[in-house]
Nanobody
Framework: QVQLVESGGGLVQPGGSLRLSCAAS????????MGWYRQAPGKQRELVAD???????DYADSVKGRFTISRDNAKNTVYLQMNSLKPEDTAVYYC????????WGQGTQVTVSS
């Protein structure tokens, strides 16, 4: 079992920044991918960004150039730095840990509004 604890969501004005964190604990070993998905009201959950153990990253086209994903393997923690936030970034953001099994965090709300 892997437990994921997210933090860092909140309300921010358009153009602002937020940093999300997700700390994993439990049965963690080997290579695994960590990342972030988001789900806006009435929409499907979509990939925002993910990162492999070796640091390879993948981003949704809608966030390229604005969001940066990083991880600290020693702390089993993944971060999502979100800059130049737009109202359309408003969603619940979910952390994911993908190894032999897939684990999801509980989600953290990000609201971009003036």
């Amino acid at each position: 079992q892997v437990q994921l604890v997210e933090s860092g969501g909140g309300l921010v004005q358009p153009g602002g920044s937020l940093r999300l964190s997700c700390a994993a604990s439990g049965s963690i070993f080997g290579n695994y991918i960590m990342g972030w998905y988001r789900q806006a009201p009435g929409k499907q959950r979509e990939l925002v960004a993910d990162i492999t153990t070796s640091g390879q990253t993948d981003y949704a086209d809608s966030v390229k150039g604005r969001f940066t994903i990083s991880r600290d393997n020693a702390k089993n923690t993944v971060y999502l730095q979100m800059n130049s936030l737009k109202p359309e970034d408003t969603a619940v953001y979910y952390c994911i840990h993908r190894g032999a099994y897939v684990y999801w965090g509980q989600g953290t709300q990000v609201t971009v509004s003036s």
